[in-house]
């Protein structure tokens, strides 16, 4: 069974670059499956921030997608989120997911909360 | 975009009682590629239903989903306690989107 465990800094301040990693476990990075990053800002819904393979092919929210960047560390089992540039508005739980090809995210991490503050 | 459209924001029901959620999209949902997440307060989403209609690995059969093109149901035939959560839409249809309805509470009347 897929586990996922996000970790990094719980606040980070203002224009300044959120960076967190997922560390998977119980699997191969380089199965075939997509490796996700999904935030929720408290008391609000989900947001899919982009999308992993283990090739490095990515895809990325439009919304965010000028500043994210995510990547994979096959050596590691573990793939990365950097989001650049940030405000107050991207305080959120950040959730790493795993889905397969047209499949919807059956394994998630606990999540982490990040906060953005001076 | 396909934006997912859900209703009621909050419906509140008794145990054992049957619930009724809907989702809708602005536009068709490709092959049904929609899915529905259980949320509790502090854990991450548990995948419910795949496809629309089929049930995830270990989900009870009092769960289940219907629909295609630009209107899914989710129901739950007799409410459990620890079914209380907030539920979620989501369509995985349209790459490279995967957005989110903006979830219906279910809270215990």
């Known amino acids: 069974q897929v586990q996922l465990q996000e970790s990094g800094p719980g606040l980070v301040k203002p224009s300044g670059t959120l960076s967190l990693t997922c560390a998977v476990s119980?699997?191969?990075?380089?199965?075939?499956?997509?490796w996700s990053w999904v935030r929720q800002p408290p008391g609000k819904g989900l947001e899919w921030i982009g999308e992993?393979?283990?090739?490095?092919?990515?895809n990325y929210n439009p919304s965010l997608k000028s500043r994210v960047t995510i990547s994979v560390d096959k050596s590691k089992n573990q793939f990365s989120l950097k989001l650049s540039s940030v405000t107050a508005a991207d305080t959120a739980v950040y959730y790493c997911?795993?889905?397969?090809?047209?499949?919807?995210?059956?394994?998630w991490g606990q999540g982490t909360l990040v906060t953005v503050s001076s | 975009e396909i934006v997912l459209t859900q209703s009621p924001g909050t419906l509140s029901l008794s145990p054992g009682e049957r619930a009724t959620l809907s989702c809708r999209a602005s536009?068709?949902?490709?092959?049904?590629?929609l899915a529905w997440y259980q949320q509790k307060p502090g854990q991450a989403p548990r995948l419910l239903i795949y496809?629309?209609?089929s049930r995830a690995t270990g989900i009870p059969d009092r769960f289940s989903g219907s629909g295609s093109g630009t209107d899914f149901t989710l129901t739950i035939s007799r409410l459990e306690p620890e079914d209380f959560a907030v539920y979620y839409c989501?369509?995985?249809?349209?790459?490279?989107?995967?957005?989110f309805g903006q979830g219906t509470k279910l809270e215990i009347k």
């Open positions: 992993i393979y283990h090739s490095g092919s990515t």
């Open positions: 496809g629309a209609s």
């Open positions: 536009q068709s949902v490709s092959s049904s590629y």
């Open positions: 997911a795993k889905r397969s090809t047209w499949s919807p995210f059956d394994y």
């Open positions: 989501q369509q995985y249809g349209s790459s490279p989107e995967y957005t």
């Open positions: 119980g699997g191969s990075i380089s199965s075939s499956n997509w």
